[in-house]
DNA sequence: TTTGCCATTAGCCAAAAGTCGAATCATGGC
DNA sequence: GCCATGATTCGACTTTTGGCTAATGGCAAA
Protein backbone atom coordinates (compact mmCIF):
# COMPACT_ATOMS: atom_id res chain seq x y z
CA UNK A 1 0.00 0.00 0.00
CA UNK A 2 2.93 2.16 -0.41
CA UNK A 3 0.99 4.97 -2.49
CA UNK A 4 3.58 7.37 -4.08
CA UNK A 5 2.83 10.82 -5.29
CA UNK A 6 3.16 9.64 -9.00
CA UNK A 7 0.55 10.88 -11.53
CA UNK A 8 -2.05 8.44 -12.94
CA UNK A 9 -2.88 8.87 -16.96
CA UNK A 10 -4.96 6.53 -18.87
CA UNK A 11 -4.27 6.42 -22.62
CA UNK A 12 -7.14 4.87 -24.57
CA UNK A 13 -6.72 4.14 -28.36
CA UNK A 14 -7.06 1.13 -30.24
CA UNK A 15 -4.15 2.10 -32.35
CA UNK A 16 -0.83 0.20 -30.24
CA UNK A 17 1.77 2.60 -32.43
CA UNK A 18 -0.29 5.72 -31.21
CA UNK A 19 -0.77 4.39 -27.46
CA UNK A 20 3.33 4.12 -27.15
CA UNK A 21 3.64 7.60 -29.11
CA UNK A 22 1.57 9.14 -26.51
CA UNK A 23 3.14 7.34 -23.59
CA UNK A 24 6.57 9.01 -24.68
CA UNK A 25 5.23 12.54 -24.81
CA UNK A 26 3.17 11.87 -21.24
CA UNK A 27 6.83 10.60 -19.93
CA UNK A 28 8.41 13.53 -21.86
CA UNK A 29 6.28 15.92 -19.95
CA UNK A 30 5.97 14.41 -16.43
CA UNK A 31 8.78 12.21 -14.24
CA UNK A 32 7.42 8.66 -13.15
CA UNK A 33 4.42 8.84 -14.35
CA UNK A 34 2.02 5.74 -14.27
CA UNK A 35 0.07 5.15 -17.70
CA UNK A 36 -2.50 2.49 -18.12
CA UNK A 37 -3.56 1.79 -21.18
CA UNK A 38 -7.07 0.75 -22.90
CA UNK A 39 -7.97 -0.53 -26.19
CA UNK A 40 -11.61 -1.27 -26.29
CA UNK A 41 -14.33 0.11 -24.86
CA UNK A 42 -14.50 -2.92 -21.74
CA UNK A 43 -10.85 -2.43 -20.77
CA UNK A 44 -11.65 1.87 -20.84
CA UNK A 45 -14.14 1.16 -18.37
CA UNK A 46 -12.47 -1.62 -16.38
CA UNK A 47 -9.31 1.17 -15.82
CA UNK A 48 -11.47 4.14 -15.38
CA UNK A 49 -13.87 2.18 -12.51
CA UNK A 50 -10.15 0.95 -11.12
CA UNK A 51 -8.82 4.11 -10.88
CA UNK A 52 -10.88 6.82 -10.07
CA UNK A 53 -8.61 9.10 -9.30
CA UNK A 54 -6.23 9.41 -12.18
CA UNK A 55 -5.19 12.37 -13.25
CA UNK A 56 -5.93 12.53 -16.99
CA UNK A 57 -7.44 10.71 -19.49
CA UNK A 58 -6.51 10.80 -23.37
CA UNK A 59 -9.69 9.29 -25.51
CA UNK A 60 -9.71 8.24 -29.10
CA UNK A 61 -13.16 8.99 -30.59
CA UNK A 62 -13.59 5.84 -32.70
CA UNK A 63 -12.37 2.17 -30.65
CA UNK A 64 -13.91 -0.62 -30.89
CA UNK A 65 -17.38 -0.78 -29.25
CA UNK A 66 -17.59 3.12 -29.41
CA UNK A 67 -17.96 5.28 -32.07
CA UNK A 68 -18.38 9.51 -31.67
CA UNK A 69 -18.87 11.41 -28.32
CA UNK A 70 -20.90 8.49 -26.87
CA UNK A 71 -17.76 7.56 -24.58
CA UNK A 72 -16.74 10.69 -24.01
CA UNK A 73 -19.87 12.36 -22.81
CA UNK A 74 -20.29 8.73 -20.77
CA UNK A 75 -17.14 8.75 -19.36
CA UNK A 76 -17.03 13.07 -18.40
CA UNK A 77 -20.48 13.01 -16.64
CA UNK A 78 -19.72 9.96 -14.56
CA UNK A 79 -16.51 10.91 -13.63
CA UNK A 80 -15.99 14.75 -13.60
CA UNK A 81 -12.79 14.55 -11.29
CA UNK A 82 -11.18 12.72 -14.49
CA UNK A 83 -10.07 15.64 -16.75
CA UNK A 84 -10.03 14.56 -20.73
CA UNK A 85 -8.34 15.06 -24.10
CA UNK A 86 -9.75 13.81 -27.19
CA UNK A 87 -7.34 12.41 -29.59
CA UNK A 88 -8.65 11.67 -33.21
CA UNK A 89 -8.23 11.95 -36.66
CA UNK A 90 -10.81 14.30 -37.49
CA UNK A 91 -10.11 17.57 -37.34
CA UNK A 92 -12.51 19.55 -38.44
CA UNK A 93 -13.81 22.11 -36.27
CA UNK A 94 -17.31 21.23 -35.97
CA UNK A 95 -15.74 17.84 -34.25
CA UNK A 96 -13.13 19.68 -32.08
CA UNK A 97 -16.14 22.29 -30.96
CA UNK A 98 -18.51 19.51 -29.67
CA UNK A 99 -15.83 17.66 -27.87
CA UNK A 100 -14.95 20.63 -25.57
CA UNK A 101 -18.84 21.04 -25.25
CA UNK A 102 -19.06 17.41 -24.28
CA UNK A 103 -16.38 18.70 -21.32
CA UNK A 104 -12.92 17.47 -23.61
CA UNK A 105 -10.14 19.92 -21.71
CA UNK A 106 -8.43 19.87 -24.69
CA UNK A 107 -8.34 18.57 -28.16
CA UNK A 108 -5.10 16.76 -30.12
CA UNK A 109 -5.47 16.17 -33.73
CA UNK A 110 -3.59 12.35 -34.70
CA UNK A 111 -1.75 14.79 -37.09
CA UNK A 112 0.13 17.09 -34.64
CA UNK A 113 3.72 16.33 -33.75
CA UNK A 114 5.66 15.30 -30.71
CA UNK A 115 6.49 19.03 -29.70
CA UNK A 116 3.19 19.67 -30.04
CA UNK A 117 1.60 17.46 -28.61
CA UNK A 118 3.57 17.70 -25.76
CA UNK A 119 2.85 21.07 -25.64
CA UNK A 120 -0.62 20.57 -25.51
CA UNK A 121 -0.30 18.01 -22.44
CA UNK A 122 1.65 20.50 -20.29
CA UNK A 123 -1.27 23.03 -20.85
CA UNK A 124 -3.47 20.69 -19.63
CA UNK A 125 -1.80 19.44 -16.89
CA UNK A 126 -2.10 23.34 -16.06
CA UNK A 127 -5.84 23.26 -16.43
CA UNK A 128 -6.05 25.07 -19.66
CA UNK A 129 -8.49 23.89 -22.14
CA UNK A 130 -5.52 22.93 -25.36
CA UNK A 131 -6.79 23.50 -28.90
CA UNK A 132 -5.37 23.38 -32.16
CA UNK A 133 -4.14 26.30 -33.51
CA UNK A 134 -6.56 28.47 -35.61
CA UNK A 135 -9.40 27.15 -33.92
CA UNK A 136 -11.76 29.25 -31.35
CA UNK A 137 -15.12 28.26 -30.28
CA UNK A 138 -17.47 31.04 -30.66
CA UNK A 139 -20.90 29.75 -29.34
CA UNK A 140 -20.70 27.26 -26.59
CA UNK A 141 -24.18 25.87 -26.56
CA UNK A 142 -24.14 21.79 -27.56
CA UNK A 143 -27.90 21.17 -29.46
CA UNK A 144 -29.98 20.45 -26.83
CA UNK A 145 -31.54 16.85 -28.42
CA UNK A 146 -27.45 16.35 -28.12
CA UNK A 147 -27.52 17.40 -24.27
CA UNK A 148 -30.42 15.27 -23.18
CA UNK A 149 -29.06 12.35 -25.12
CA UNK A 150 -25.52 13.22 -23.31
CA UNK A 151 -27.45 13.45 -19.78
CA UNK A 152 -29.17 10.21 -20.20
CA UNK A 153 -25.87 8.53 -21.17
CA UNK A 154 -24.10 9.47 -18.01
CA UNK A 155 -27.25 8.25 -16.11
CA UNK A 156 -26.52 4.42 -17.11
CA UNK A 157 -24.30 2.05 -15.23
CA UNK A 158 -21.34 0.78 -16.61
CA UNK A 159 -23.18 -2.38 -17.46
CA UNK A 160 -26.06 -0.56 -19.47
CA UNK A 161 -23.43 1.99 -21.46
CA UNK A 162 -21.33 -1.53 -22.42
CA UNK A 163 -25.23 -3.25 -23.46
CA UNK A 164 -26.24 -0.05 -25.18
CA UNK A 165 -23.15 0.12 -27.40
CA UNK A 166 -23.83 -3.28 -28.41
CA UNK A 167 -27.16 -2.30 -29.45
CA UNK A 168 -25.92 0.49 -31.39
CA UNK A 169 -24.07 -2.27 -33.75
CA UNK A 170 -27.12 -4.12 -34.28
CA UNK A 171 -27.16 -7.10 -31.88
CA UNK A 172 -29.74 -9.24 -30.92
CA UNK A 173 -30.00 -9.64 -27.21
CA UNK A 174 -28.53 -13.15 -27.66
CA UNK A 175 -25.89 -12.30 -29.09
CA UNK A 176 -24.79 -9.55 -26.59
CA UNK A 177 -25.73 -11.91 -23.63
CA UNK A 178 -22.86 -14.41 -25.42
CA UNK A 179 -20.09 -11.99 -25.63
CA UNK A 180 -20.95 -10.44 -22.29
CA UNK A 181 -21.24 -14.19 -20.40
CA UNK A 182 -24.49 -13.55 -18.94
CA UNK A 183 -27.54 -14.58 -19.47
CA UNK A 184 -30.65 -13.24 -22.27
CA UNK A 185 -32.74 -12.47 -19.02
CA UNK A 186 -29.92 -10.07 -17.73
CA UNK A 187 -29.26 -8.31 -20.71
CA UNK A 188 -33.44 -7.60 -21.34
CA UNK A 189 -33.62 -6.35 -17.91
CA UNK A 190 -30.60 -4.31 -18.89
CA UNK A 191 -32.27 -2.97 -21.76
CA UNK A 192 -35.30 -2.15 -20.19
CA UNK A 193 -33.68 -0.20 -17.56
CA UNK A 194 -31.99 1.80 -20.85
CA UNK A 195 -35.24 2.28 -22.64
CA UNK A 196 -36.48 3.85 -19.05
CA UNK A 197 -33.33 6.19 -18.86
CA UNK A 198 -33.45 7.24 -22.25
CA UNK A 199 -37.18 7.77 -22.63
CA UNK A 200 -37.73 5.92 -26.07
CA UNK A 201 -40.11 2.82 -26.34
CA UNK A 202 -37.97 0.61 -27.87
CA UNK A 203 -34.33 -0.43 -29.29
CA UNK A 204 -34.05 1.54 -32.37
CA UNK A 205 -35.24 4.59 -30.60
CA UNK A 206 -32.72 4.30 -28.58
CA UNK A 207 -29.79 3.43 -30.80
CA UNK A 208 -30.90 6.56 -33.21
CA UNK A 209 -30.64 8.59 -29.93
CA UNK A 210 -26.99 7.74 -29.85
CA UNK A 211 -26.25 7.86 -33.20
CA UNK A 212 -27.57 12.02 -32.59
CA UNK A 213 -23.49 11.54 -30.62
CA UNK A 214 -21.86 9.73 -33.70
CA UNK A 215 -19.88 12.82 -35.41
CA UNK A 216 -22.24 14.18 -38.16
CA UNK A 217 -22.69 17.33 -39.92
CA UNK A 218 -24.15 20.16 -37.86
CA UNK A 219 -27.48 20.88 -39.41
CA UNK A 220 -27.90 24.29 -40.44
CA UNK A 221 -31.50 25.98 -40.32
CA UNK A 222 -32.58 28.09 -43.22
CA UNK B 1 -54.43 14.74 -74.65
CA UNK B 2 -52.98 17.88 -75.86
CA UNK B 3 -49.90 17.28 -74.33
CA UNK B 4 -47.92 20.38 -74.99
CA UNK B 5 -43.76 21.13 -75.01
CA UNK B 6 -43.91 22.78 -71.95
CA UNK B 7 -40.69 21.71 -69.41
CA UNK B 8 -41.72 19.96 -66.25
CA UNK B 9 -40.15 20.75 -62.76
CA UNK B 10 -40.43 19.67 -59.44
CA UNK B 11 -39.42 21.25 -56.51
CA UNK B 12 -39.11 19.31 -53.29
CA UNK B 13 -38.68 21.07 -50.26
CA UNK B 14 -40.81 21.69 -46.94
CA UNK B 15 -40.05 25.13 -47.02
CA UNK B 16 -42.76 26.92 -48.76
CA UNK B 17 -41.02 30.29 -48.78
CA UNK B 18 -38.06 28.57 -50.52
CA UNK B 19 -40.26 26.68 -52.82
CA UNK B 20 -41.82 29.92 -53.85
CA UNK B 21 -38.83 31.38 -54.51
CA UNK B 22 -37.17 28.45 -56.39
CA UNK B 23 -40.41 28.70 -58.15
CA UNK B 24 -39.82 32.52 -58.95
CA UNK B 25 -36.11 31.44 -60.79
CA UNK B 26 -37.39 29.02 -62.65
CA UNK B 27 -40.14 30.67 -64.30
CA UNK B 28 -36.96 33.63 -64.74
CA UNK B 29 -35.09 30.79 -66.51
CA UNK B 30 -37.82 28.89 -68.65
CA UNK B 31 -41.00 30.14 -70.13
CA UNK B 32 -43.94 28.47 -69.37
CA UNK B 33 -42.27 25.95 -67.16
CA UNK B 34 -44.85 23.77 -65.66
CA UNK B 35 -43.91 23.43 -61.97
CA UNK B 36 -45.28 20.92 -59.19
CA UNK B 37 -44.25 20.95 -55.29
CA UNK B 38 -43.49 18.52 -53.03
CA UNK B 39 -43.37 18.98 -49.17
CA UNK B 40 -42.67 15.83 -47.91
CA UNK B 41 -41.55 12.37 -49.33
CA UNK B 42 -45.20 11.12 -49.67
CA UNK B 43 -46.07 13.77 -51.50
CA UNK B 44 -42.44 13.97 -53.71
CA UNK B 45 -42.88 10.04 -54.65
CA UNK B 46 -46.58 10.76 -55.67
CA UNK B 47 -45.35 13.76 -58.07
CA UNK B 48 -42.33 11.96 -59.07
CA UNK B 49 -43.80 8.36 -60.18
CA UNK B 50 -46.77 10.73 -61.67
CA UNK B 51 -44.63 12.39 -63.92
CA UNK B 52 -41.93 10.12 -64.81
CA UNK B 53 -41.17 12.49 -68.07
CA UNK B 54 -39.92 15.59 -65.48
CA UNK B 55 -37.12 17.51 -66.31
CA UNK B 56 -35.49 18.45 -63.49
CA UNK B 57 -36.03 17.73 -59.89
CA UNK B 58 -34.76 20.45 -56.74
CA UNK B 59 -34.53 18.05 -54.10
CA UNK B 60 -34.06 19.12 -50.00
CA UNK B 61 -32.02 16.74 -48.09
CA UNK B 62 -33.85 17.49 -45.46
CA UNK B 63 -37.81 17.10 -45.60
CA UNK B 64 -40.47 15.22 -43.01
CA UNK B 65 -40.12 11.84 -44.04
CA UNK B 66 -36.50 11.83 -44.94
CA UNK B 67 -33.37 12.71 -44.16
CA UNK B 68 -29.72 12.86 -45.64
CA UNK B 69 -29.08 11.15 -48.83
CA UNK B 70 -31.79 8.49 -48.77
CA UNK B 71 -34.11 10.04 -51.09
CA UNK B 72 -31.46 11.29 -53.23
CA UNK B 73 -30.35 7.96 -53.95
CA UNK B 74 -33.30 5.91 -53.98
CA UNK B 75 -34.56 8.75 -56.66
CA UNK B 76 -31.30 9.18 -58.88
CA UNK B 77 -31.30 4.77 -59.12
CA UNK B 78 -34.93 4.64 -59.56
CA UNK B 79 -35.59 7.54 -61.97
CA UNK B 80 -32.05 7.60 -64.09
CA UNK B 81 -33.50 9.93 -66.55
CA UNK B 82 -34.63 12.74 -64.04
CA UNK B 83 -31.76 14.77 -63.29
CA UNK B 84 -31.38 16.43 -59.71
CA UNK B 85 -30.17 19.10 -58.19
CA UNK B 86 -29.55 19.25 -54.39
CA UNK B 87 -30.52 22.46 -52.28
CA UNK B 88 -29.59 22.23 -48.90
CA UNK B 89 -28.13 24.58 -45.98
CA UNK B 90 -25.33 22.60 -45.60
CA UNK B 91 -22.78 23.87 -47.61
CA UNK B 92 -19.66 21.61 -46.18
CA UNK B 93 -17.50 20.42 -49.14
CA UNK B 94 -18.09 17.10 -47.79
CA UNK B 95 -22.00 16.91 -48.47
CA UNK B 96 -21.45 18.68 -51.82
CA UNK B 97 -18.93 15.88 -53.01
CA UNK B 98 -21.16 13.04 -51.54
CA UNK B 99 -24.15 14.91 -53.19
CA UNK B 100 -22.32 14.34 -56.80
CA UNK B 101 -21.48 11.19 -55.97
CA UNK B 102 -25.41 10.45 -55.40
CA UNK B 103 -25.91 11.38 -58.77
CA UNK B 104 -26.76 15.12 -58.41
CA UNK B 105 -26.52 17.13 -61.54
CA UNK B 106 -25.71 19.57 -59.12
CA UNK B 107 -25.64 21.26 -55.96
CA UNK B 108 -26.96 24.70 -54.79
CA UNK B 109 -26.74 25.75 -51.21
CA UNK B 110 -29.47 27.36 -49.60
CA UNK B 111 -27.48 30.40 -49.02
CA UNK B 112 -27.48 31.44 -52.64
CA UNK B 113 -28.49 34.39 -54.35
CA UNK B 114 -31.15 34.38 -57.04
CA UNK B 115 -28.59 35.37 -59.60
CA UNK B 116 -26.63 32.62 -58.25
CA UNK B 117 -29.45 30.12 -58.91
CA UNK B 118 -30.49 31.05 -61.79
CA UNK B 119 -27.23 30.83 -63.25
CA UNK B 120 -27.20 26.81 -61.31
CA UNK B 121 -30.51 26.05 -63.07
CA UNK B 122 -29.09 27.14 -66.78
CA UNK B 123 -26.42 25.32 -65.90
CA UNK B 124 -27.71 22.06 -65.27
CA UNK B 125 -30.69 22.55 -68.09
CA UNK B 126 -28.00 22.49 -70.13
CA UNK B 127 -26.09 19.43 -69.25
CA UNK B 128 -23.65 20.88 -66.86
CA UNK B 129 -22.79 19.78 -63.58
CA UNK B 130 -22.84 22.58 -61.37
CA UNK B 131 -21.32 23.25 -58.39
CA UNK B 132 -20.65 26.10 -55.81
CA UNK B 133 -17.76 28.32 -56.76
CA UNK B 134 -14.30 27.22 -55.19
CA UNK B 135 -15.56 23.70 -54.70
CA UNK B 136 -14.09 20.64 -56.86
CA UNK B 137 -14.55 17.41 -56.72
CA UNK B 138 -11.12 15.38 -56.44
CA UNK B 139 -11.80 11.78 -55.83
CA UNK B 140 -14.93 10.43 -57.40
CA UNK B 141 -15.25 7.41 -54.98
CA UNK B 142 -18.17 7.06 -52.85
CA UNK B 143 -17.61 4.62 -49.65
CA UNK B 144 -18.50 1.14 -50.96
CA UNK B 145 -20.25 0.95 -47.88
CA UNK B 146 -22.46 3.53 -48.77
CA UNK B 147 -22.30 2.19 -52.26
CA UNK B 148 -24.05 -0.81 -51.08
CA UNK B 149 -26.72 0.46 -48.99
CA UNK B 150 -27.58 3.40 -52.00
CA UNK B 151 -27.91 0.28 -54.43
CA UNK B 152 -30.43 -1.57 -51.93
CA UNK B 153 -32.25 1.13 -51.46
CA UNK B 154 -32.65 1.64 -55.60
CA UNK B 155 -34.19 -1.80 -55.39
CA UNK B 156 -36.90 -1.02 -53.26
CA UNK B 157 -40.19 -0.72 -54.25
CA UNK B 158 -41.88 2.98 -53.20
CA UNK B 159 -44.18 1.68 -50.71
CA UNK B 160 -40.88 -0.24 -48.94
CA UNK B 161 -38.96 2.76 -49.20
CA UNK B 162 -41.83 4.83 -47.56
CA UNK B 163 -41.65 2.00 -44.49
CA UNK B 164 -38.11 1.55 -44.82
CA UNK B 165 -37.84 5.59 -44.01
CA UNK B 166 -40.34 5.18 -40.54
CA UNK B 167 -39.27 2.27 -39.55
CA UNK B 168 -35.94 4.92 -39.28
CA UNK B 169 -38.07 6.91 -37.07
CA UNK B 170 -38.01 3.88 -34.56
CA UNK B 171 -42.04 3.50 -34.87
CA UNK B 172 -43.70 0.01 -34.49
CA UNK B 173 -45.17 -1.95 -37.49
CA UNK B 174 -48.56 -0.91 -35.90
CA UNK B 175 -47.82 2.63 -35.78
CA UNK B 176 -46.69 2.55 -39.43
CA UNK B 177 -49.59 0.45 -40.34
CA UNK B 178 -51.98 3.30 -39.12
CA UNK B 179 -50.25 6.01 -40.79
CA UNK B 180 -50.54 4.22 -43.58
CA UNK B 181 -53.68 3.10 -43.58
CA UNK B 182 -52.96 -0.16 -44.34
CA UNK B 183 -52.84 -3.60 -42.13
CA UNK B 184 -50.02 -4.25 -39.50
CA UNK B 185 -49.49 -7.36 -42.05
CA UNK B 186 -48.83 -5.10 -45.17
CA UNK B 187 -46.49 -3.74 -42.89
CA UNK B 188 -44.72 -7.04 -41.93
CA UNK B 189 -44.85 -8.34 -45.42
CA UNK B 190 -42.77 -4.95 -46.74
CA UNK B 191 -40.55 -5.27 -43.73
CA UNK B 192 -39.51 -8.77 -44.49
CA UNK B 193 -39.04 -7.11 -47.86
CA UNK B 194 -36.72 -4.82 -46.66
CA UNK B 195 -35.03 -6.63 -44.72
CA UNK B 196 -34.10 -9.68 -47.52
CA UNK B 197 -33.25 -6.68 -50.17
CA UNK B 198 -30.79 -5.09 -47.92
CA UNK B 199 -29.34 -8.23 -46.75
CA UNK B 200 -29.65 -7.60 -42.93
CA UNK B 201 -31.44 -9.49 -39.94
CA UNK B 202 -33.33 -7.32 -38.06
CA UNK B 203 -34.83 -3.90 -38.08
CA UNK B 204 -32.10 -2.13 -36.65
CA UNK B 205 -29.66 -2.88 -38.84
CA UNK B 206 -32.08 -2.03 -41.60
CA UNK B 207 -32.10 1.28 -39.36
CA UNK B 208 -28.11 1.24 -38.86
CA UNK B 209 -27.57 1.27 -42.58
CA UNK B 210 -29.99 4.10 -43.18
CA UNK B 211 -28.27 6.33 -40.70
CA UNK B 212 -25.16 5.76 -42.78
CA UNK B 213 -27.04 7.92 -45.77
CA UNK B 214 -27.58 10.72 -43.51
CA UNK B 215 -25.14 13.48 -43.24
CA UNK B 216 -22.16 12.63 -41.49
CA UNK B 217 -18.26 13.21 -40.69
CA UNK B 218 -15.62 11.21 -43.45
CA UNK B 219 -13.85 9.08 -41.15
CA UNK B 220 -10.07 9.87 -41.64
CA UNK B 221 -7.82 6.92 -41.15
CA UNK B 222 -4.92 7.64 -38.85
C1' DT C 1 -53.97 -12.26 -73.29
C1' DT C 2 -50.68 -13.94 -70.51
C1' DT C 3 -47.13 -13.04 -67.45
C1' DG C 4 -45.00 -10.71 -64.07
C1' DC C 5 -44.64 -7.44 -60.34
C1' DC C 6 -46.69 -4.82 -56.76
C1' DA C 7 -49.76 -4.14 -52.97
C1' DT C 8 -52.76 -6.06 -49.92
C1' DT C 9 -54.36 -9.28 -46.35
C1' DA C 10 -54.86 -13.49 -43.37
C1' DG C 11 -53.11 -17.12 -40.57
C1' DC C 12 -49.70 -19.65 -38.32
C1' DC C 13 -45.50 -20.17 -35.94
C1' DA C 14 -40.96 -19.45 -33.97
C1' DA C 15 -37.90 -16.12 -32.36
C1' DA C 16 -36.83 -11.89 -30.35
C1' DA C 17 -38.00 -8.02 -27.59
C1' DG C 18 -39.70 -5.97 -23.57
C1' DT C 19 -42.06 -5.92 -18.62
C1' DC C 20 -42.34 -7.39 -13.81
C1' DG C 21 -41.05 -9.07 -9.73
C1' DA C 22 -37.52 -11.02 -7.04
C1' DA C 23 -33.04 -12.85 -5.46
C1' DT C 24 -28.14 -11.91 -4.86
C1' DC C 25 -24.23 -9.13 -4.11
C1' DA C 26 -21.23 -5.33 -3.16
C1' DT C 27 -20.51 -0.91 -0.96
C1' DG C 28 -20.70 2.87 1.85
C1' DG C 29 -22.90 5.07 5.96
C1' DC C 30 -24.50 4.73 10.72
C1' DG D 1 -21.92 -5.15 12.69
C1' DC D 2 -26.13 -3.74 10.28
C1' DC D 3 -28.86 -1.45 7.05
C1' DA D 4 -29.91 1.10 2.82
C1' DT D 5 -28.93 1.66 -1.82
C1' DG D 6 -28.04 0.43 -6.18
C1' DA D 7 -25.98 -2.76 -9.54
C1' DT D 8 -26.40 -7.17 -11.47
C1' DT D 9 -28.59 -11.20 -12.20
C1' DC D 10 -32.42 -14.18 -13.60
C1' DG D 11 -37.08 -16.63 -14.65
C1' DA D 12 -41.87 -16.10 -16.04
C1' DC D 13 -45.01 -13.72 -18.85
C1' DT D 14 -46.75 -10.62 -22.76
C1' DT D 15 -46.03 -8.23 -26.99
C1' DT D 16 -43.65 -7.43 -31.14
C1' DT D 17 -40.93 -9.21 -34.94
C1' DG D 18 -39.98 -11.83 -38.61
C1' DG D 19 -40.51 -15.96 -41.80
C1' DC D 20 -43.56 -18.69 -44.57
C1' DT D 21 -47.61 -19.86 -47.20
C1' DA D 22 -51.45 -18.61 -49.71
C1' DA D 23 -54.88 -15.81 -51.86
C1' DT D 24 -56.79 -11.42 -54.02
C1' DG D 25 -56.82 -7.50 -57.24
C1' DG D 26 -54.50 -3.94 -60.14
C1' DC D 27 -51.49 -2.71 -63.64
C1' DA D 28 -48.14 -2.71 -67.19
C1' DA D 29 -45.06 -4.93 -70.38
C1' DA D 30 -44.35 -8.74 -73.65
Redesign the interface.
Same mark, same amino acid.
Given at each position: MTQDEQSTFIVADD?PL?REALTHAIGNCVNGARILEADSLATLQDVVEANPGADLLFLDL?MPGVSGFSALAYIRNKHESLPTVVVS @??D?GS?IRRAIQHGASGFIP !?SSSIRTIESAIRAVLEGEVWLPEGVDLEDGALDSEEARTAAALSSLTPHQFRVLMM *????L *?NKQIAFQLGVSEATIKAHVTAILRKMQ??????A??AV?GL? @? !? !?P????
Open positions: HFH @AMEV !K *LSEG *LVTNRTQVLQT @A !K !KELED
